[in-house]
């Protein structure tokens, strides 16, 4: 399989995590080693909803053994049965689509005749990588982000994020059409165009109307979110491949892009926007950045790539809509010449054993270790801030890997904010399958399997659903010899207790703001700490009476 397509279940996800992430120290190798392919097919149902009560609606992902989805028409026959009593009869069952002992209630069907809608943001890279700007690659990164477009529905709304030095993305103000603009430079029009769409009133700031663009609604935000995938896809189409930059911004990881001690001499390229690396253009550069951040101004080179992807879908994406990140990407971070600078200057403590091959080699292997190793470990921390942002807003990221460019720790990274948000990490190889590829994870994207059933016995149903998918493949329409697929159960909270939880946590958030307004917050810490310390007691004496209980009845007994 050229597309290799990696996916593994929960259970493992916290052993890949760490082996990913290498220790610090200095003799201890860097384990970058990423996960083997998962056996497929595979199912898996990744949401349940419960809004309507005691309807239940299940998105599910069943997979085939080249990691494509499969459509309804190749199942056979499908079961939504409980994940812990093994006894209990099955919810609903559907044989050819249908639903048995004429259940009215059931729908079997993909997500666009479902009628969900969607919100994606495809972030790619297009710095100045040889394969990229040269090569055939850059052409063929372009076919890919236009088939990702395909599986697409009317209802759906989009947004492109491209990277290098700088971070571009489609905006529909006045004079921004025709062309990605600069995520920094629009920053103030972009304060202006929120405002508007928060106030609620007519739309001015937005680009002249046409046939596939119509005078936004009031409350659109210009800077997030299109139905206009067209305006994206002429964009594409046209002069976009202007691979530029050689500082791909996509995590943001290490010391500052400008700063000399990130290299191990200053690189020969400019950093767009910025300038040479001259001592002189350097000093002036910061004076000014000084002078900008004291004034309370915002500054370039801050954010990531990633970070205004996200940012995207959890700032501008509808309740309704379910979100989706799409990145398609080699993973580099950073100035991508920077193994070539240090093999021309090596670091001073390397530089002593220029004499010697063998501690020459040993000792800048160890110091590019180091060097991974300390971005490895901002990048763990920034990925746990990233997954717990990206599961409290719904969004699953999708990774398709240009193996052909990054580095296996580079390619980790992709994987793990894939698997850790619920979507998939699928690597490409060779240039003519990325088109394909890209298009696989768009369509996983947006058009998962949907079961709709209502619940029969609500009232018996207790405080949680818990459910299971059993399905049985048609072999003729699906590659491979495994027809059948079990999902890993899916725990939910039903509304009512959910509902009650909540109010219990308000009360109780209540009564603990009240009690420090009523007694100020120095004593009502002091209270607490007497409350605890009785407490603590009490359950000691408790303890102790029990214990001498039991002697007793043993030395009677």
Not at 17 to 40: H, W
Not at 100 to 115: F, I, S, T, V, Y
Request: charged residues 25%; hydrophobic residues 40%; positive net charge.
């Amino acid at each position: 399989m050229t597309g290799r397509f990696r996916w593994i279940g929960p259970a493992g996800l916290a052993l890949v995590f760490s082996a990913a992430i290498p220790a610090a120290d200095a003799g201890e190798a860097t384990p970058v080693v990423g996960a083997p392919p998962i056996e497929l097919p595979q199912a898996r149902i990744h949401h349940v909803d419960l809004s309507q009560w005691p309807k239940v609606r299940v998105l599910a992902t069943v997979l085939d053994r080249l990691g494509k989805p499969i459509q309804p028409k190749a199942i056979k026959a499908i079961k939504v049965v409980d994940g812990k009593v093994k006894s209990r009869a099955p919810y609903i069952q559907f044989k050819l689509g249908q639903p048995l002992e004429n259940r009215k209630d059931g729908k079997l069907q993909p997500g666009d005749k479902a009628g969900l809608q969607n919100a994606v943001v495809l972030l790619a890279a297009g710095y100045q990588d040889p394969s990229l700007r040269e090569g055939s690659l850059g052409r063929r990164l372009k076919e890919a982000l236009l088939a990702a477009f395909k599986p697409l529905a009317k209802t759906d709304r989009v947004n492109l994020v491209w990277y290098a030095d700088r971070i571009q993305k489609w905006l529909g103000l006045k004079g921004k059409g025709g062309l990605l603009s600069d995520v920094e430079e629009s920053k103030a029009a972009c304060r202006d165009a929120r405002a508007e769409a928060a106030s609620g009133g007519e739309i001015t700031l937005a680009g002249p109307p046409g046939k596939e663009s119509p005078p936004p609604p009031p409350g659109t935000d210009l800077c997030g979110m299109t139905g206009n995938t067209k305006a994206i896809v002429t964009i594409l189409k046209g002069d976009l491949a202007t691979y530029e930059g050689y500082f791909p911004r996509l995590f943001n990881l290490g010391k500052p892009f400008w700063s000399h001690a990130r290299y191990c001499k200053p690189p020969r390229e400019a950093l767009k926007g910025f300038g040479e690396f001259s001592a002189e253009n350097t000093s002036i550069q910061e004076t000014e950045r000084k002078n900008r951040e004291m004034k309370g101004e915002e500054l370039d080179y801050q954010t990531s790539a990633f970070d205004e992807a996200l940012k995207l879908l959890v700032q501008d994406a509808r309740p309704e809509e379910r979100k989706a990140l799409i990145i398609v990407s080699d993973g580099r971070d950073g100035y991508f010449r920077d193994l070539q600078l240090c093999q021309e200057t090596p670091p001073k403590s390397c530089a002593i054993f220029v004499g010697e091959r063998k501690k020459f080699a040993e000792c800048m292997a160890d110091f590019l270790r180091r060097r991974v190793a300390a971005e490895q470990l901002e990048f763990k921390t920034r990925a746990a801030h990233w997954i717990g942002t990206a599961r409290a807003a719904g969004v699953r990221v999708f990774a398709v890997g240009l193996g052909m460019l990054g580095q296996p720790h580079e390619l980790d990274r992709l994987r793990l904010l894939a698997e850790r948000t619920g979507g998939t990490f699928r690597m490409v190889d060779k240039e003519e399958n990325l088109a394909g590829e890209v298009a696989t994870a768009m369509a996983e994207a947006v058009g998962p399997l949907v079961i709709d059933f209502t619940h029969q016995q609500p009232e018996d149903a207790g405080q949680e659903l818990n459910l299971r998918l059993a399905i049985d493949l048609d072999p003729s329409l699906v590659r491979g010899d495994t027809v059948k697929l079990d999902t890993q159960a899916f725990v939910t909270s039903l509304p009512a207790k959910l509902e009650f939880r909540q109010k219990v946590e308000r009360g109780v958030r209540g009564t603990v703001a009240k009690l420090q307004d009523l007694l100020g917050y120095k004593l009502y810490v002091v209270l607490g700490l007497v409350v605890l310390v009785i407490g603590g007691l009490v359950a000691l004496l408790i303890t102790f009476l029990i214990l001498r209980k039991i002697v007793r009845a043993i030395r009677g007994s």
